[in-house]
T-cell receptor, first 115, second 114 residues
Framework: AQKVTQAQTEISVVEKEDVTLDCVYE???????LFWYKQPPSGELVFLIR??????QNEISGRYSWNFQKSTSSFNFTITASQVVDSAVYFC????????????FGTGTRLQVFP | NAGVTQTPKFRILKIGQSMTLQCTQD?????MYWYRQDPGMGLKLIYY???????DKGEVPNGYNVSRSTTEDFPLRLELAAPSQTSVYFC?????????????FGNGTRLTVT
């Protein structure tokens, strides 16, 4: 069975602090995809990144970076120099490589960035 | 492009009432989904469709029905509303199979059943 665990329910930081959101996944598939989505206070869900199981390169996009480690089944998300606009709920999600596979979401981490 | 559009944004139902949540997308995506989001529980898949005329159950389909008569539209029907269906509902679409293609979400419908 596939499972995504986001152990951090809520994180509070002060602006300009770095923060890492943890994501641990379980799957027996050799081909799978990992995602991060952002849900700001306005409620919509915004796709941030996709990573496939064969690509363990870390990704950096501006202040955002992602660390994918198959050895520890983790796909962690780091925000550098956090800003108030980063306040949101962040979801990690997992899908197998087959077309019939479900996208499984973690329970989300609520990040609050205070000025 | 409007993307994925959901209506209504908010709705209050009484127990036993029925309603349809509307979802339409203008990206010509074959795959469409309905999720519900409960506090602290992440998103759970209710139903999905891989193309017009084809639908299938997700993780939590009980109490819901769907249809897919066109590529663009994927309405979700609640026949006998129950308090357990109080939730935020998201419609989503994707270009390809769920494994590799990111989902595009609508803005959600907040439903309260009292």
């Amino acid at each position: 069975a596939q499972k995504v665990t986001q152990a951090q329910t809520e994180i509070s930081v002060v602006e300009k602090e770095d923060v890492t959101l943890d994501c641990v996944y379980e799957t027996r598939d050799t081909t799978y995809y990992l995602f991060w989505y952002k849900q700001p206070p306005s409620g919509e869900l915004v796709f941030l990144i996709r990573r496939n199981s064969f690509d363990e390169q870390n990704e950096i996009s501006g202040r955002y970076s992602w660390n994918f480690q198959k050895s520890t089944s983790s796909f962690n998300f780091t925000i550098t120099a956090s800003q108030v606009v980063d306040s949101a709920v962040y979801f990690c999600a997992l899908s197998g490589g087959r077309g019939t596979d479900k996208l499984i979401f973690g329970t989300g981490t609520r990040l609050q960035v205070f000025p | 492009n409007a993307g994925v559009t959901q209506t209504p944004k908010f709705r209050i139902l009484k127990i036993g009432q029925s309603m349809t949540l509307q979802c339409t997308q203008d990206m010509n995506h074959n795959y469409m989904y309905w999720y519900r989001q409960d506090p602290g529980m992440g998103l759970k898949l209710i139903y999905y469709s891989v193309g017009a005329g084809i639908t299938d159950k997700g993780e939590v389909p009980n109490g819901y029905n769907v249809s897919r008569s066109t590529t663009e539209d994927f309405p979700l029907r609640l026949e006998l509303a129950a308090p357990s269906q109080t939730s935020v509902y998201f419609c989503a679409s994707s270009y390809s199979e769920r494994g590799s293609s990111p989902l595009h979400f609508g803005n959600g419908t907040r439903l309260t059943v009292t």
